[in-house]
């Protein structure tokens, strides 16, 4: 018992430094607009679904928030409840997916949904804080953008989950406990 | 459609690649009609611009996409505005002069009109912006 809690802690804060990392990353890459961003840091999100309780699976949430606005300097400003809002959004919508649906959607449909949902909720943010209601005007951009990067990270995934034994591994163990 | 049974079409053999499933695929699809109906719906069609009247006793909004008439109350008493065309204008108004009425329909993001009698101002917000359009240029 004591030893399964005691990995289970491993593995999240590994996620956890996953996601500095995949942020780290994610922020060298050129940035034609903005607001383009791949998700990359989205990635251990999207592999807690099915590897940690919910408890844990939120503080990975608000971690990789914290570590992302951290690296790139934005934590006491509004991108950091921007980011806040669309990390929490697709967390909650890629965890729900799989309570719903369980195997019949891969890590594909999981990574879509979950961008669309994380841009949507910035896009509401936006309309609400900022731009009132011309915000609408980035919506079709916004989720032209999440289908294309969702659909980009959840194959990356999808080809990595398929071909990893550590996440066959630890995907093992989260079953078992 | 020829030996679709022993040898799978280039999306099934994608999706094999991958391990995507049919409900993916649904979603996939859901994902990229959502983002097809908001560019139509947004971009395209009609002018999406509207009309933001200021009264002292507050203030309407109105999309000029769809023609009709309306009276709000102004200093003087009711005044009609008409939307018509994309464009709207002040159709009747209590005030001496009748300015506002003589006053050509206003259509594009910025523009405005105003019965400043009634109290009464109509701007136009929203919309395609009409980035062509400047108030000055300097050479």
């Not at chain 1, 939120?58 to 300097?73: A, E, Q, R």
């Not at chain 2, 309306?70 to 008493?77: D, I, R, S």
């Amino acid at each position: 018992m004591r030893s399964s809690a005691d990995s289970r802690v491993k593995l999240a804060s590994f996620l956890a430094a996953l996601a500095f990392f995949l942020s780290a990353v994610e922020y060298m890459l050129p940035r034609p607009v903005p607001f383009m961003r791949l998700g990359l840091a989205n990635l251990p999100i999207l592999l807690a679904v099915d590897l940690l309780p919910f408890g844990a699976f939120l503080v990975l949430v608000i971690v990789k928030v914290l570590g992302m606005s951290l690296l790139t300097g934005s934590l006491f400003s509004y991108i950091a409840l921007f980011s806040l809002a669309g990390t929490m959004a697709s967390a909650l919508v890629m965890r729900g997916l799989r309570l719903a649906a369980g195997r019949r959607l891969s890590y594909l449909g999981l990574c879509v949904a979950g961008a669309m949902a994380s841009n949507l909720a910035q896009v509401a943010l936006a309309r609400v804080f900022v731009f009132g209601p011309s915000a609408r005007y980035m919506l079709p951009a916004f989720l032209g953008l999440g289908l294309v990067s969702g659909t980009l990270l959840g194959l990356f995934a999808q080809l990595f989950a398929r071909g990893s034994r550590w996440l066959a591994m630890v995907g093992e163990d989260a079953d078992g406990s | 459609m020829r030996g679709a049974a022993d040898r799978p079409g280039p999306v099934r053999r994608f999706a094999a690649r991958f391990g995507a499933t049919r409900l993916d695929a649904a979603l996939v699809a859901a994902a990229a009609a959502a983002f097809i109906a908001a560019a139509l719906l947004i971009y395209g069609g009609p002018s999406s611009a509207y009309a933001v009247v200021s009264t002292d006793s507050g203030e309407w909004v109105y999309p000029l996409a769809e023609d009709r008439e309306f009276v709000v109350e102004g200093a003087l008493g009711p005044v009609t505005l008409r939307i018509e065309g994309g464009a709207v204008h002040f159709h009747a108004a209590p005030c001496k002069n009748q300015l506002c009425v003589g006053a050509a329909p206003v259509s594009s993001p910025g523009q405005w009109s105003a019965c400043l009698p009634s109290g009464v101002f109509i701007r136009v917000e929203g919309g395609a912006a009409e980035e062509d359009e400047f108030d000055a240029l300097v050479r």
